[in-house]
Each structure stands twice: as structure tokens, then as C-alpha cells.
């Protein structure tokens, strides 16, 4: 026997690990079998091996018949114009049209991808299942309805994981409402581009703070994934084969925003993570602008989510049904309660009216940002560097501030008396991202030793 032969029967099979056979008659003989769940293959060493073991031509056979099953059911709806959405971006389906399509996904799923035993198996089984979960909730549906839709729709992809869907629906809102201008919006799902057509017409907004805010948690969730992918960097032994290194990177990065960050040199990744920071003081600083309660209530949410902001006799949806517009008159107006409500949506309303429609946008933020751990933390590092990097005369230029802002800000900082603070949040982000990636003590992480050069506006 040649050298290259024994060597070549002694190394396993010559393909990716991700596609190595899990069969524990496989592991223990040494086989060069291959499963191969995206071509929808799988390969033997030879015939021998292929007759010798039954259980991978069954898992065969059943492989090909499940896959045949889902390609018929969606050829089914592809026939179908009725019930078919058909844009640029994609084909997206009513959800009570897709019941069967569906559990033609699942039984792919439990019986093919679970049962191959390869991490590319488990990959796929976990994409196929947020796809269904997109389908029962209507969440790839959304890019092309109206904008009450779209808005309504903005926050369940959000919170079932599907960042890039969340994003592209709060682009749509914008877009639908003449403010965000892209030549091709829904294909420009790039969290790395420039907020300013987010934060250039606040008051037309149909959620004054929720759009801005939501960006805002997609950009930290993006940060916090480049963050675990720095940490990840540093303790894995270079040692480690370039396969394994590429699925731990890519396991540790949650949003699919993220999904190009595994591989990317560190110059690269050090350029976006300092685009992101920028993006997020911006966007934060517009919050403030628009909303200044938020970020005391964000603080205390418990407190903000439990207050029922809706004035007795109020429709926050107009008598017509229209949405109300964002445009507050002169705050006078509160005191005149023989005022007649507005009819349409253009018309302009009262202050007090404008902030109940405000207090409503940001309830459903507060629930969405308490579900992201992961971000809520790395603001409350922001918010302890802030405190520290205030000087007496700065607090008392803030306290000065308060004292002219509406009295529900005034009695938020009255409670929480560090708060007068929280201006500087945004602006300390990035020492507390730089703290989240330091691995030494915390006596020495890095943010002590820009205290005394930082300076909150």
C-alpha cells in the first residue's frame, strides 16, 4: 500500500467538519461518511459501506422525500397569486395560507436536520425554525403593508430575534412617510449606515422616540456582539483549527445584523465598532431632544410601564381613526378645555396630547429593552462612568437644567437624584463597551483612566 493511501485512510474524511457524520458506527469504525444536509447528498466511502449500514440509506431516503414535500407545498403558494405578497425584496405569505407549507418545514426539520447529527444540521434546523416562527407572526410580511402596520409590526420581529426584519420595518415607517429617501430602501439593511434620516424630521415620526430608539437597541445589540467576538478572540488558543475558530465566532454573535462580523480583521472591526459609537450618541442625543422623560424612565421602567398616560376621553387614534399627528401647538393650549378635539390627522393638538402619544411610543421600548439583557447592562456601565465623570459644577449646571424642564422630568430626577446624569449616558458608551472587552481587574479597566478628559455636554 502506498503512504498516501494509509495516510489517507488513517485522517478521516477530507471534507468540512461542520459536514462529518455523527453516526456513532461512523465515529467508532473510522468511515469516511459525509452528511450533507444543504446539497441534499450524502456520501460513502464506497458501496460496501453503503450497503453495510442500512440507517444511512433510510436517512436518505427520508431526507428526499421530506425535501420533495416542502418544494411541492411551496410551489403550491408560488402558483397561487392570491396568496402570494411579491416584491422586490422577496416572496412573503399570509399566515393562513402557510399552514401546510409549514408543517412540511417542520417534518423536514425534526426529521432530517436534528437527526444528521452535524453541526451544519443543527445551523439549518435553527434557521428553519425562526422562518416558521416568522410565518406564524407575520413578521416577514411586513415590509410591504401600510404604515399603521408596518408600525404595529415594528417590534415582534425585534423581539423574536429577527433584527434585520425589525430594521427594515422601521426604515419602511420612514420611508412611508416621506422621510427616510433611499433608492432602494428595503435592500439597504445595513446597520452601519448614517441615522440622520431617522432623527431629520422628528415631529413627523408616527412614533416620535420609538423609531430612534430602536435603532438605537439594534446598534447596541450589534455592539455587544462585536464586544463577545473581541472577548472571544482573546481567550481562544491560536492553536485552535480555522474551522472551529470560524463556528465559535459565529456562535457567539447573536443578531443576524451581525452575521458578517465572523472572520473580520481587527483594523475593520475597530473601524465599525467606533462608527456604531458615533451612531448611537447621535441617536441618543435626538431621544432626549424628542422625549426627555425617557431616559429616566428607562432607568426606573417598572414605574413608567405601570402609569396609564391616556387623559380621560382621549383616543390616542383620532375620532376618524386616523393616527394623531405629532405637530404640538403652543402649550397654552391645555388651558383652553372648551378646545374642540381635532378631526383629522393633520390638524394640530395640545402639548398634553403630544406627550400621551409619546408616553405610548415609548412603553412598548422599555419592554423591548428589558428583554435585551445583554444591552440593558452595558447602558448602566454607561450610566456609572457618567457618574463618575461628573464634576460639582457640572451637577449643578444639570440641576439648574432640571429646574426648567416639564415637571415630569423634575419629579423623575427628583426621585433618583444621580440622574441628573443621564444626559451623559449616550456619550459614555464607549469607555463602557471598552470595559465590557477588558479581561483584567476592574480597578484597571480602561475607563478609569479617561475620567478626568471626559466631559459630558
Not at 35 to 60: A, D, G, M, P, T
Not at 269 to 280: D, G, N, Q, Y
Not at 392 to 399: G, Q
Not at 430 to 442: K, M, N, S
Request: hydrophobic content about 35%; some cysteine.
Amino acid at each position: 500500500m502506498r503512504l498516501s493511501d494509509l495516510v489517507r485512510q488513517y485522517q478521516g474524511p477530507a471534507e468540512p467538519l461542520q459536514d462529518r457524520c455523527g453516526h456513532p458506527d461512523c465515529l467508532k469504525s473510522g468511515a469516511a461518511c459525509v452528511v450533507r444536509c444543504e446539497c441534499k447528498l450524502i456520501l460513502y466511502c464506497s458501496k460496501s459501506h453503503r450497503r453495510e449500514h442500512y440507517q444511512h440509506r433510510s436517512f436518505h431516503e427520508t431526507a428526499m422525500k421530506a425535501k420533495a414535500k416542502v418544494r411541492y407545498e411551496r410551489d403550491q403558494l408560488l402558483a397561487a397569486d392570491s396568496k402570494l405578497f411579491k416584491t422586490h425584496k422577496g416572496n412573503f405569505w399570509i399566515v393562513k395560507e402557510t399552514q401546510k407549507y409549514t408543517l412540511a418545514c417542520h417534518d423536514l426539520t425534526q426529521r432530517v436536520y436534528l437527526t444528521a447529527g452535524t453541526p451544519a444540521g443543527l445551523k439549518k434546523a435553527i434557521d428553519t425554525i425562526k422562518h416558521i416562527v416568522g410565518l406564524c407572526t407575520s413578521a416577514l410580511s411586513t415590509r410591504e403593508l401600510p404604515t399603521f402596520l408596518v408600525n404595529h409590526y415594528s417590534i415582534p420581529p425585534l423581539r423574536l430575534g429577527l433584527d434585520r426584519s425589525a430594521y427594515t420595518a422601521i426604515k419602511a415607517v420612514c420611508y412611508l412617510n416621506f422621510i427616510y429617501f433611499h433608492p432602494d430602501w428595503a435592500a439597504a439593511d445595513d446597520i452601519f449606515e448614517s441615522p440622520d434620516e431617522f432623527i431629520k424630521y422628528p415631529d413627523e415620526l408616527l412614533d416620535p422616540t420609538g423609531d430612534p430608539a430602536l435603532v438605537v437597541l439594534l446598534k447596541l445589540k450589534v455592539l455587544v456582539d462585536i464586544r463577545n467576538l473581541r472577548v472571544a478572540r482573546k481567550v481562544l488558543p491560536s492553536s485552535l483549527p480555522r474551522e472551529v475558530r470560524q463556528m465559535i465566532e459565529s456562535a457567539v454573535l447573536d443578531s443576524d445584523l451581525s452575521d458578517g462580523l465572523a472572520g473580520e480583521p481587527p483594523e475593520s472591526l475597530a473601524k465599525k465598532e467606533a462608527l456604531l459609537i458615533e451612531h448611537v450618541e447621535l441617536l441618543g442625543r435626538a431621544i432626549i431632544d424628542v422625549n426627555p422623560d425617557f431616559m429616566g424612565n428607562f432607568f426606573d421602567p417598572y414605574f413608567a410601564l405601570a402609569d396609564d398616560p391616556v387623559a380621560e376621553g382621549y383616543n390616542r387614534y383620532g375620532e376618524d381613526g386616523y393616527p394623531w399627528s405629532k405637530t404640538p401647538c403652543d402649550p397654552s393650549d391645555d388651558e383652553d378645555e372648551n378646545r374642540p378635539r381635532c378631526k383629522h390627522a393633520d390638524a394640530p393638538f395640545t402639548q398634553r396630547e403630544f406627550s400621551e402619544n409619546t408616553a405610548y411610543a415609548s412603553k412598548k421600548i422599555y419592554v423591548t429593552f428589558l428583554e435585551s439583557p445583554a444591552v440593558t447592562r452595558l447602558l448602566d456601565d454607561a450610566r456609572e462612568i457618567s457618574r463618575l465623570c461628573e464634576s460639582e459644577s457640572r451637577t449643578a449646571e444639570l440641576n439648574e437644567a432640571v429646574a426648567k424642564m416639564p415637571r415630569g422630568v423634575k419629579y423623575m430626577n427628583g426621585r433618583h437624584p444621580t440622574d441628573v446624569r443621564l444626559w451623559g449616558v449616550w456619550q459614555a458608551v464607549e469607555f463602557a463597551i471598552q470595559d465590557a472587552a477588558f479581561l483584567g481587574p476592574r480597578e484597571q479597566r480602561p475607563s478609569l483612566k479617561e475620567v478626568e478628559k471626559y466631559r459630558p455636554l
